[in-house]
């Protein structure tokens, strides 16, 4: 009786996670179509293939729904670059290829990408409620950039005067600007000479030559 229990709570834990999961994919579908306003919680829990009372089973409301999608899209991106393009990679070479690799992303942005920028514009005004999970995946990026930056001048490769912190808001400002650029006006500039452009002008910004 005992293993029969456990293997329902583990069902249980599955199913939960999985509608998590669906529901978590449909907001930023939805967001990324619309903005928040226009996403109500009956459409995001239909495209999700969820009852319409799953949201605030899970969630509780919209805005903790939004604040749990932002949560979910800071570790799916990090996840990513650090077990994808970024995998056994530091220093210089780890600034370089992620700023290389938000900026070529843009060209075919997940839904979720496009939410998060939707969600930062609107985070000034009406939904500052969103700011601190928002401030925390920022700080998350930061600190990443923070990080390799540090080991770089270690290595010798970045200069030793560089202000780290002060530059990692700069290269996060530099991504976050070009993903504004390109996400409204898309015919703006070919991404790839973007990016390429990209790269070399924080590479001048930190490095001597």
């Known amino acids: 009786m005992a293993s029969t229990n456990s293997s329902d709570r583990r069902t249980q834990a599955e199913r939960r996670a999985a509608s998590e ?4 994919d449909a907001t930023g579908q939805l967001i990324a179509e619309r903005g928040t306003t226009n996403a109500s ?5 239909a495209l999700a293939g969820c009852s319409h009372s ?7 409301n919209k805005a903790g729904l939004l604040e749990a999608f932002v949560r979910d899209a800071s570790e799916q991106l990090t996840d990513y670059l650090l077990l994808g393009p970024l ?13 290389d690799q938000f900026v070529r992303s843009l060209r075919a942005p997940w839904p979720q990408t496009r939410a998060m920028y939707v969600l930062i514009g609107e985070s000034l005004g009406s939904n500052s409620a969103l700011l601190p999970a928002l401030n925390e995946y920022h700080e998350r990026l930061r600190e990443l950039f923070a990080g390799w930056l540090t080991e770089g001048i270690e290595a010798g490769d ?6 780290v912190e002060a530059t990692a808001v700069l290269i996060l400002g530099l991504v976050r600007g070009l993903g504004y650029g390109l996400l409204s006006d898309p015919t703006t500039i070919d991404v790839d000479v973007l990016a390429e452009r990209a790269v070399e002008s924080v590479r001048r910004t930190v490095t001597a030559c």
């Open 158 to 163: 970045v200069r030793a005067d560089l202000d």
């Open 41 to 45: 919680l009956a459409e995001i829990a």
């Open 54 to 60: 799953h949201p605030h089973y899970l969630f509780g």
């Open 21 to 24: 999961r669906a529901l978590l």
């Open 87 to 99: 995998r056994e990679r530091g220093g210089l070479d780890a600034v370089l290829v992620c700023v």
